[in-house]
């Protein structure tokens, strides 16, 4: 499995919203493919899938997750 993780977005953004997945649990993403929008206090952004395979969403939409949190795995 491969996770799926909040980057380091700068030195000052500790936290990011899950503004919308792109991608269902259960969907084949295709490496580099987005599957989820996260937001900050600065910026919004789509995360890419680190790797092909299946989907397996492990936070929901509106949840606030800490920079290095797991937000999926691609199995």
């Given at each position: 499995?491969v996770?799926?993780v909040?980057p380091?977005l700068?030195?000052?953004?500790s ?9 269902a649990?259960?969907e084949?993403?295709a490496e ?10 600065k ?7 680190p ?5 397996k969403?492990?936070?929901e939409e509106?949840?606030i997750v800490?920079?290095g949190?797991?937000l999926?795995?691609?199995e």
């Open positions: 499995m996770p799926v909040v380091q700068g030195n000052e953004i936290e990011a919203e899950v503004t919308e997945w792109l991608k649990t259960g084949t993403v580099g493919e987005p599957i989820v929008t996260i937001t900050t206090t910026m919004a952004m789509d995360l890419e899938a790797a092909a395979g299946v989907l969403q492990m936070v509106g949840e800490e920079v949190a797991p999926a795995e691609i």
